[in-house]
């Protein structure tokens, strides 16, 4: 189990890391500051704080399905468009400022993890709350883009 959460955070955090780059100043810069941002926008260190819990959490989550699944391809898999996915969004949305596209990615990456949820709620049920923070999380930051996809 340790080692599999080990190797999981590791995918999670350079995921993190390489969404990072592709951001750039992102939420400081000026691009991002002159956008009409939802009024429920939250404060720029809450992005922070968030991803980081949202990817220690999702790491336990793919920990404990790990072995439970069937078909580990086909985890494997989900796994790795998620993860495309999360990284494809900041260069899209801070790096070209394409609004809708990165509106598509984000909402495809929230659909990506309500079905993970729901294909897996029988193996994992209790131990799939460590999914929640992501979906929920996924939740606001699709409404935030929209926000702005639908104001700018």
């Known amino acids: 189990m340790v080692q599999r959460t080990v190797l999981f955070l590791i995918a999670n955090f350079v995921a993190l890391a390489i969404g990072g780059f592709f951001t750039g100043p992102g939420v400081s810069s000026d691009w991002y500051q002159d956008l009409v941002q939802a009024p429920w926008t939250p404060p720029g260190w809450v992005f922070g704080a968030a991803w980081t819990s949202i990817m220690i959490c999702f790491a336990f989550y793919m920990a404990y399905l790990w ?86």
């Open 67 to 152: 072995p439970k699944v069937e078909n580990q391809r086909t985890l494997l898999f989900l796994f790795f468009l998620q993860w495309i996915l999360n990284i494809a969004w900041n260069p899209i949305f801070f790096h070209y400022h394409v609004v809708n596209y990165a509106f598509m990615v984000i909402s495809s990456l929230t659909l990506l993890l309500i079905l993970m949820g729901y294909t897996y709620w029988e193996i994992l049920r209790a131990k799939s709350i460590f999914l929640f923070p992501y979906i929920i999380w996924l939740l606001i930051a699709t409404s935030l883009n929209g926000y702005i996809l639908m104001h700018n």
